[in-house]
């Protein structure tokens, strides 16, 4: 009795520890940050990383570590993995979205994704009951589902009842083209005049994202905050491309859900992991949750948003991610994003 005693302690407080430092003990796909003090308190936020050349999967747990410390958030992020356990961008292996029956936000980071059926049924009861939303980068063509019962959610897909799919219905765009050469054009990110008093740009200045423009355009019932300026060049101060026009490449709608509610939602056509380093632009992402949530009295120019832990930006590319990472090597706060020391090449 007392060594079976002794064993179901030792099971708890292996539990207890793994909860402690943010790492789901059932679910090698999560880690967790949670705050403790801020607006954030007492809301989930559930971040989904799995595109394939923005680095998604070094950008959400950056993100998540700020929403978590600076303002108080619950902050839950989700990778795709291989089949060893590894983060493996883009592979369409995620497990364990039934949170997001509690979610209050979802951040998505996706490209192309075919999730089994019955993890994306766990996205679409999100959706249909209208939860806020944040897109970022190739969000605006998040799936690509062949066939079943939610193909709908396919970016090109043509039937009259859900026409471009997620992209479409729900962020306000679907994939239509690069606007520039990506890697070799960056944009300045230019607010809109007529929004300056909007709160999403409070304290947003000197925006910059390296990650090449998208051609987008936004349904009139999209709120325009900031269009792209191509730059020929990669740095900052590169001259424009005068043959472009500026293109939006922030806005904000709202999204209708099943019972006819409407959901909050911010997407931007940037967001790579290089495009986050610029201050304004990652506070623009912080503000813009903050408001999908529907907590614009908690935006502050002021506020810190400053990264939590080490932050090590891969160059984006494809096949260009750090290798033999597992989200548990990403629980606490200073740990590093990612370790760099980790090869980028099999």
Request: proline fraction near 5%; charged fraction near 25%; glycine fraction near 12%.
């Amino acid at each position: 009795m007392n060594t079976v005693r002794s064993l179901l302690l030792c099971v708890g407080l292996v539990l207890a520890l793994s909860s402690m430092l943010g790492v789901p003990a059932d679910n090698p796909h999560r880690v967790d940050f949670v705050g403790t003090e801020g607006p954030g308190l007492g809301k989930h936020i559930v971040l989904l990383a799995g595109d394939h050349e923005y680095r998604s999967e070094e950008v959400l747990p950056a993100l998540a570590r700020i929403l978590a410390k600076r303002f108080g958030f619950h902050c839950s992020v989700f990778f795709t993995l291989d089949k060893a356990g590894f983060v493996e961008p883009g592979s369409s292996r995620m497990r364990g979205l039934e949170v997001l029956k509690e979610a209050d936000l979802v951040i998505f980071g996706l490209r192309f994704q075919d999730f089994e059926e019955a993890e994306m049924q766990h996205i679409v009861d999100y959706l249909d009951r209208a939860g806020p939303v944040v897109g970022l980068r190739t969000s605006t063509h998040a799936f690509n589902i062949a066939d079943g019962p939610h193909e709908r959610f396919t970016w090109n897909y043509e039937g009259d009842e859900y026409r471009g799919g997620f992209g479409d219905q729900v962020l306000g765009e679907t994939w239509v083209g690069h606007y520039g050469k990506n890697h070799a054009q960056s944009s300045r990110v230019v607010p809109e005049e007529a929004q300056g008093e909007h709160p999403i740009l409070r304290g947003v200045r000197d925006m910059h994202v390296v990650c090449g423009g998208y051609q987008a355009y936004p349904p009139e019932d999209a709120t325009i905050l900031a269009r792209g300026e191509v730059l020929n060049g990669m740095e900052a101060d590169a001259p424009a491309d005068e043959t472009k026009e500026r293109l939006p490449v922030v806005w904000t709608r709202n999204y209708t859900g099943e019972d006819g509610a409407e959901g909050r939602v911010f997407t931007t056509t940037h967001g790579a992991s290089e495009d986050i380093v610029n201050a304004g632009f990652r506070r623009l992402l912080i503000n813009g949750s903050l408001w999908a949530l529907g907590m614009e009295d908690a935006i502050r120019a002021e506020s810190d948003i400053s990264f939590v832990g080490p932050y090590n930006p891969a160059k984006f590319s494809f096949g260009g991610y750090r290798r033999q990472v597992r989200p548990s090597d990403l629980a606490g706060w200073d740990t590093p994003i990612f370790d760099a020391s980790k090869p980028t090449a099999d």
